[in-house]
């Protein structure tokens, strides 16, 4: 089949950019979206033109490198589905396609699709974490963890942070990413030690990247990983409950 | 000619109190003194992540560095079913001692018995220490952890997070990692790659990096650096590994005086989907638990074009069941891998391309139900039917091996030190631990083994020898250099103007490499490809064509350093292959196969290590031996009938 591309093109950070238009020939039902970029690609070289700078890497949907907006939608049309993830049996001949960074304004664009991301990692290093240093971990098998409780920290902890849960969402917010990061953890017997702390700091160092949340629920639709909302219900009762907690576990009287 | 002489500085006395008495000897550095060493971590991965951790909480001051936007992208996330842990935990006769018997024997005699105990060892330490940072385990209904048998092992020792374990241990790792970052112990370069190792004096004392966002070309220095970079299957362009692995912060090193070891050992996973169409960027591995319910066969007939429903069992070759009735279908990797290609080659091929074999469950379906086989596998499914459009549940997959990890690597002693003074390989990158062929759910293991428990005392060992020292200037003329060597090669990529993208030049040479040391390899091939690919490399630096500038992001050029690398690379694994005038684990040289066609190994000749030496540019390596001695395992043939 034969597409057609409206893809962004952005040379940095202060560039105000603009869509360029490409012709896709020869694209196959069995070629991945991110191949028939290549293919588009390695004409682009060939005769002479600087390709189309994307991120990807696994692609097999479990690093979270890959992410575009395609027609609007995050990681495009099929449902669960990261970008890399996608074939182009989805397509079909003569469309149009348009396709787009995922736009944030923590994720700024680097170079065309290209988007930083790093905003993700400051929430993590404020406290995604268990402190566990090495060495002292005592028998695996001491820690009780019952199955159900091992299962919902697991569906929590398949996020990928990929982002588009963001791009998604018209406020920018970044509370299923966070709210999927604190449940892993505070789902486990290892994690109760930290959770009100870890609570605070991570939502409030959520809050100077992104936007708020008003529940649109455009996330979890989004979600390749298809983590629910209701993490986002529960990390806003341990924020509520974790002010009052983290001021009474530092002694002061309430 | 050189005056290199091996030392794999292996502890002696019995096997199993070797690295205890090995950790008592080494020289400690007491925790005042501990932050006046700069250690380089050049890695994220599982080895890299965890090495870097916890140095900075032993209270070194560490810098890490990664080509990827976050540490938690390494590709060690990719990794599917899961670790091994001698634990015992079920009971059913494990020990460390079966796991070190069983990774020697599975590696076919080929690795170090001394590193292969110690990894054992460990293992049951890794697994406490992910459950402590929250790595969500497997358990079952009474809270306890649960195990699977996996790979072909007769006892029950691998720990897994559903189909996600390497996502799940990374994240582990990934979350100390940031958590010493905040604490201001580690100072994290992502998108920062390594573009050369810098020595003086013989000794590693830092590296030179390009940011590939800003292009910008910078020197670091420190008192160790430890390469945690992972695998090359990408040698062979298509492979299971993510599409932004490659070999070069090895290479560099190799190319500063680190000799390259086994560099022909590489695992073909059986289990992958066959390639549809050469536009095809990467294969994606399908678990190996799948060989548990599904049947493996082929047409009897050459040529059969019917679809796989109507051809009735009369005329179906269940190869497997029929060569290794014992085993069956759950032969080890090298094997299963061998046979398909096998009646592949012979046109006994299905699919589009024929290119494939069926891995049925029609027969599992019958037996168990479709409720009891969609649930043990049907996340695997969805994703097979996401990329083929075909529905295992009705019509049979296509499965076929491919290029998935690799054993060679920078040759480490005991202490996981390069032949270079202050240098350090871990996980893949490295060649320890695995011999000629690796077991499933063990790559995890020596990755976090290196990371946490192995690399933190042995770097311990050689700073303690610098104590008083500062590290090099930045400014220092051997710096100067290696960033004149970095920008010089940016300029004469982007100065060649030729008409063929890098990525045409990956695919090509990769193809060679796959035709001629891939899963069989003979001398005539082998010598086909040592003239082909170094014509093939002349053209691509005529040829090629790169975009662009230097500065800021430019794809094509990180991409074109790497694919340089690998033909380099690729030459060094055909001449390996050549040199090693047997077959044993993924190394399989069709002159030496057994009446029945298995490998066929020499011990007599070939129970040594190859590593070899970098002699300049267009100029053959020199090839360095390390003999194997077995006090513990004795070597025997493998059998899986
Ligand atoms: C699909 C798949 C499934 C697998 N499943 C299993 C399994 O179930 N069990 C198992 O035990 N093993 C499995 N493996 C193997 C295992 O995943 C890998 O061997 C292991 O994760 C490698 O870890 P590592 O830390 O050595 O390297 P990697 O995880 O590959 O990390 C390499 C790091 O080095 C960085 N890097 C590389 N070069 C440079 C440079 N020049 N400059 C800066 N940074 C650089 C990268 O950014 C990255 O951070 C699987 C592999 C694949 C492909
Ligand atoms: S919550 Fe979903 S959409 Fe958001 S980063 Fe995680 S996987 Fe991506
Ligand atoms: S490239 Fe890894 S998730 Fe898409």
Known sequence: MKLTLKVWRQDNVNDPGRFE?????????????????????????????????????????????????????????QKGTTTCQLHMRKFHDGETV???????????????????????????????????????????????IPKPAADASMDAAGCIGCGACVAACPNGAGQLFTSAKLAHLGLLPQGQAERWKRTEDMVETMEMFFGSCTNYGECQEACPKEIPIDFIAMMNRDYLKSKLKNRKLSGQKY | ????????????????????????????????????????????????????????????????????????????????????????????????????YDTVKGGDFRARESNVYRLSQVSVNIIDQCVAQGVPFAREYGGLLDNRSFGGAQVSRTFYARGQTGQQLLLGAYQALMQQVALGRVELHTKTELLEVVKKDGVAV????????????QSWSGHATLLATGGYGNAFY???????????????????????????????????????????????????????????????KFDDNRPADEIPEEDRDYYLERKYPSYGNLAPRDIASRAA???????????????????????????????????????????????????????????????????????????????????????????????????????????????YFVAPYTVGDYLAGLLGQGTVSTEDPVFKAAEQTVNDASHRWLSIGGTKSPEYYHRELGKLVWDYCGMARDQNGLEKALSEIPALREEFEKNVRVLGNPEGVNQSLEKVGRIADFFDLGELMCRDALMREESCGGHFRVEHQTEDGEALRDDEDFSFVGAW?????????????????????????????
């Open chain 1, 21 to 77: 238009t490409y012709e896709a020939t020869d694209v196959k039902d069995e070629m991945s979206f991110l191949e028939m970029l290549d293919a588009v690609n390695e004409n682009l070289i060939e005769s002479g033109h600087e390709p189309i700078v994307f991120d990807s890497d696994c692609r097999e949907g479990i690093c979270g490198t890959c992410g575009l907006m395609i027609n609007g939608q995050a990681h495009g049309p």
């Open chain 1, 98 to 144: 348009t396709i787009e960074p995922f736009r944030a304004a923590a994720f700024p664009v680097i170079k065309d699709l290209m988007v930083d991301r790093s905003a993700f990692d400051a929430i993590v290093q404020s406290g995604g974490f268990i402190t566990a240093d090495t060495g002292g971990a005592r028998d695996a098998n001491e820690i009780l």
């Open chain 2, 1 to 100: 000619m050189s005056t290199i002489t091996l030392d794999s500085k292996v502890p002696s006395g019995p096997i199993q109190d070797r690295w205890d008495n090995h950790k008592f000897d080494m020289k400690l550095v007491n925790p005042a003194n501990k932050r006046k060493f700069t250690v380089l971590v050049v890695g994220t991965g599982l080895a890299g992540a965890a090495a870097a951790a916890t140095l900075a909480e032993l209270g070194y001051q560490v810098k890490c560095f990664t080509f990827h936007d976050s540490p938690r992208r390494a590709h060690s996330i990719a990794a599917q079913g899961g670790i091994n842990g001698a634990k015992n935990y079920k009971n059913d006769g494990d020990s460390i001692y079966r796991l070190f």
């Open chain 2, 206 to 217: 830092g590296i030179v990096t390009r940011n590939v966002t800003t292009g910008e070309v």
């Open chain 2, 238 to 300: 298509l492979s299971t590994n993510a599409m932004n692995s490659n070999v070069t912060a090895a290479w560099r090193a190799h190319k500063q005086g680190a000799l390259f070891a086994n560099a022909c050992y590489t695992q073909i996973h059986p289990t992958c989907i066959p390639a549809s169409d050469d536009t095809q960027s990467k294969l994606t591995l399908m678990s190996e638990s799948l060989r548990n319910d599904g049947r493996i066969w082929v047409p009897k």
């Open chain 2, 341 to 451: 290609k096998v009646v592949v080659d012979e046109g006994r091929g299905v699919g589009p391309l024929k290119n494939g074999v069926y891995l049925d469950f029609g027969e599992s379906i019958d037996r168990l139900g479709k409720e009891t086989v969609f649930e043990r596998y049907g996340n695997l499914f969805d994703m097979y039917e996401r990329i083929t459009d075909e529905d295992p549940m009705k019509v049979p997959m296509r499965i076929y091996p491919a290029s998935h990890y690799t054993m060679g690597g920078l040759w480490v002693d005991y202490n996981l030190m390069t032949t270079v003074p202050g240098l350090y390989a871990l996980g893949e990158a490295n060649f320890s631990d695995h011999g000629a062929n690796r077991l499933g759910a063990s790559a995890l293991m020596q990755g976090l083994a290196d990371g």
């Open chain 2, 613 to 641: 030496e970098w002699n300049g540019a267009g100029t053959a390596q020199t090839l360095h031996k390390e003999p194997l001695v077995f006090e513990n395992v004795k070597p025997t043939q493998r059998s899986y009938k």
